[in-house]
């Protein structure tokens, strides 16, 4: 083994995390470990702690222009900004390159989302049609994709590649109707004025892609001022997150024929320029070469797939599992309380744990039996419908769609509760009938 072959002893250390995060059940796994950290800590005798933690203000002030919010503000309109942001990615790059970008394949996907957010809003609202209860509709709309890819990735080849990528795309087309419902029915008062200004910067984002921009951090800063004139709005903030992914460049500016006759170029320069002998230190003509490749690798790849993948670990391992953190923790201690909200409680179990599997598979089924879609090859419905009932798992995003529906009322905590139990039943009722169908198929 050459010497350059021989991991350092920081690699040695750090080489077990990255293979536990290269698995893709990791981020579930870190997020489930948040959630019982979360419901074991608010109902324990330092219950009060958990509470004051959240409530800790923090900010800073400016020339005089003070932003000092609860820390729990930070997480959920603060980091989940981020969250949404790569969701916005996920979305573009999928509308431009992915499944959803042939309509032939993209309207199974989308039927199954389609009919996986209706009837579980139309079950949650046939129990709760009056009131502060009836502003819940939405949270059984949602699927945590983190949670669901995690459950049938520890499934392995026992479910067919295709169901994995048709449950990812649903999943991406659920959290656009996420998006969609936060903006249009969870916003009470909007500031036209801070409205426009943030149209103004988003207008001026577009121009940058269409100028050639690329530098992240231009989109970083100008997105910092969109999420704050958002923020002053009324218009939840996260949905600045969506908008200025939307402005991300996502054209390469240069070929996989160019480049690679341009690295061959490069690598082939860095052979040559250094002389026989010489030290084992780059020569000046080496330095030149590899700032050229470097160059050319950034031209191959695009902004929108670098900042995917730079963000991706952060949100899986810190944002989601901060939220989840800060969430999930609702005290069940002396049930009983919660037995007045019993309504709510029941419309979101309902809504997660049957209407989800039933829409998803009933939409996905007219959509094949009208000819409007195909199914995906070397599949069954059953195992459609295996995968249907992951859809049920709402978590993260059924969370903090329960946080704007019941901000502020005594229903918050009851939603939780709906949404954590259901999620849970979700997840075992999708690994059983995966696992059922996939002995029977063995």
């Avoid at 459950?151 to 959290?175: E, Q, S």
């Avoid at 949905?239 to 460049?249: D, E, R, S, W, Y």
Wanted: hydrophobic letters at 55%; glycine letters at 10%; aromatic letters at 8%.
């Amino acid at each position: 083994m050459r010497r350059n072959d021989v991991p350092t002893p920081v690699e040695r250390f750090l080489r077990p995390l990255g293979e536990f995060a290269a698995i893709q059940a990791s981020g579930g796994i870190v997020l489930l470990a948040c959630t019982v950290i979360a419901l074991v800590w608010a109902n324990s005798p330092a219950w009060h702690s958990y509470e004051a933690l959240w409530h800790t203000p923090l900010g800073a002030s400016v020339a005089g222009v003070a932003l000092v919010k609860p820390l729990h503000f930070w997480i959920n309109d603060g980091l989940m900004a981020v969250f949404f942001f790569v969701v916005g990615l996920e979305i573009k790059r999928e509308i431009l390159a992915g499944e959803l970008s042939r309509p032939g394949q993209a309207m199974l996907p989308i039927a199954g989302a389609v009919g996986g957010m209706l009837l579980p809003a139309a079950l949650y609202f046939a129990l709760n049609s009056s009131g502060d209860a009836a502003r819940g509709w939405g949270v059984p709309m949602a699927t945590d994709i983190a949670f669901a890819i995690g459950i049938m990735a520890l499934l392995g080849d026992r479910v067919p590649a295709a169901l994995k990528v048709f449950l990812t795309a649903l999943a991406i087309v659920d959290d656009l109707g996420a998006v969609l419902v936060i903006a249009m029915f969870y916003t009470d008062t909007l500031d036209w004025t801070n409205l426009g200004a943030a149209a103004v910067l988003l207008i001026l984002l577009i121009a940058a892609n269409r100028s050639g921009v690329r530098a992240a951090s231009v989109y970083a800063v100008v997105g910092v001022a969109v999420w704050l004139l958002f923020l002053r709005s009324g218009v939840h903030a996260t949905i600045a997150g969506v908008l200025v992914a939307m402005t991300v460049p996502a054209r390469a500016r240069i070929d996989r024929a160019g480049f690679l006759a341009e690295a061959r170029s490069h690598v082939d320069e860095f052979a040559a320029s250094r002389p026989a002998g010489a030290p084992d230190f780059a020569s000046p003509g080496q330095l030149l070469a590899l700032a050229a490749l470097e160059h050319t690798c950034e031209r191959a790849g695009t902004p929108l797939q670098r900042l995917e993948h730079g963000l991706h670990p952060w949100v899986s391992f810190l944002i989601m599992p901060v939220f989840a953190l800060a969430n999930a923790g609702v005290r069940v201690v002396g049930g009983g309380q919660f037995l007045g909200d019993a309504s709510v409680i029941l419309g979101i179990a309902l809504g997660l744990v049957v209407g989800k599997p039933l829409g998803i598979t009933a939409l996905a089924w007219l959509a094949v039996r009208t000819g409007a879609a195909e199914k995906p090859a070397g599949t069954t419905w059953a195992q459609l419908a295996g995968v249907a009932c992951l859809g049920g798992i709402g978590f993260t995003m059924a969370l903090f769609i329960a946080a704007l529906a019941f901000d502020g009322t005594v229903l918050l905590p009851a939603a939780k509760v709906g949404v954590l139990g259901a999620s849970v039943l979700a997840g075992l009722l999708g690994w059983v009938a995966l696992s059922a169908v996939s002995r029977r198929a063995s």
